[in-house]
């Protein structure tokens, strides 16, 4: 039941219960923490007893703490200038996340920085690209084939930052049209220089992304946040139903919902306890039809994933083969 103890510490930000469960198996702690994006939350809250004063755990933090403000400051320069350019965009999931709804922003780790963008605003959107020497595939041209499945229109790295660049929310797997995104981008908010959407509508991203997009499979930062996001004090909890309702969510918000209420009053069955830092990859029902979508029409893919010029579809096939083959590992 280490794992539940461990999510509950972080829930309740309660140091006490996290000392508690590394007496009880600090190997297990160390191993499950190790790869979660919960790690730098949980070492915050070890850090807190005095066992933890002189082992380098707190300049280890210092400059996780360090990393995270430079990541953040690059989301908000960033964000600025594109407004400059006049291109509506949120910065969504991460840094949004961490920066509005976190005590501690370093505990919410993000590895990059993600932005939706209006597709109204795309060719600002690209001369913002190309005037600043921002190297992308243009998958613009590719973006109405059937073999474009992604949800993400541009990946860019800076060198030292990466940005994902989103053209919608729900898989088009989903929605063949995407209310989601619509919403986002006529409800913009700016708190602390983060452009990002309602409070109510990054709820629903949280909930979608985890839940709908990644089958509850994933690290169990998505509890942190729908936590954290859930009892903000600035939520409109009068139009949660309604959101959940328009993008039928309101049955994973509620698992989420019982999930945490189990985890707190110590109820979780050991089975489930287990499965919430679970890494076990299966091959979803959605991820089949993206791989036939792309083997019908692999032009989009083969442009994002090429390296060489000669790419050919021999060597598109060859990639898929060992990308599916890892995931039935």
């Not at 730098?40 to 004063?53: A, E, G, I, T």
């Not at 909930?207 to 998505?222: E, G, Q």
Request: aromatic share 12%; proline share 2%; charged share 30%.
């Amino acid at each position: 039941m280490i794992e539940s103890k461990i999510i509950k510490a972080i829930l309740n930000n309660d140091h006490h219960e996290a000392y508690e469960a590394w007496l009880l198996n600090e190997e297990k702690c160390r191993e499950l923490i190790s790869k979660s994006r919960l790690k730098n939350n949980f070492l915050r809250l070890l850090s807190l007893n005095n066992k933890f004063q002189n082992n380098g755990l707190h300049e280890f933090l210092e400059r996780e703490q360090l990393r995270h403000e430079l990541k953040t400051n690059f989301a908000i320069e960033f964000s600025e200038a594109l407004e400059r350019a006049k291109v509506n965009h949120v910065i969504i999931k991460g840094p949004a996340i961490s920066s509005i709804y976190y005590d501690n922003q370093c505990d919410r780790k993000f590895s990059d920085t993600d932005i939706l963008i209006s597709l109204h605003d795309q060719n600002r959107f690209y001369k913002f690209l190309n005037d600043n020497c921002l190297n992308h595939k243009n998958n613009i041209k590719f973006i109405k084939r059937i073999g474009y499945t992604r949800t993400a229109l541009e990946v860019i790295d800076t060198g030292e930052h990466v940005i994902d660049f989103h053209h919608r929310i729900l898989s088009k797997f989903h929605k063949s049209a995407c209310n989601l995104t619509d919403d986002i981008l006529c409800n913009v908010h700016n708190s602390n220089g983060i452009r990002h959407t309602s409070h109510e509508l990054n709820l629903a991203v949280i909930i979608y992304h985890a839940c709908v997009h990644n089958s509850y499979k994933l690290d169990p930062y998505y509890l942190v946040d729908f936590d954290r996001v859930n009892n903000y004090s600035k939520l409109d909890k009068n139009k949660m139903p309604e959101i959940l309702d328009k993008y039928n969510l309101y049955k994973h918000y509620q698992y989420c919902s019982d999930l945490i209420k189990k985890i707190r009053s110590d109820t979780l069955n050991k089975k489930d306890s287990k499965k919430l830092f679970s890494k076990f990859q299966y091959i979803k029902p959605n991820s089949i039809k993206s791989q036939l979508y792309q083997i019908i029409d692999p032009t989009p893919y083969m442009n994002m994933k090429a390296d060489k010029r000669n790419f050919t579809y021999f060597d598109f096939l060859r990639t898929k083969f060992k990308n599916l083959t890892k995931k039935l590992r």
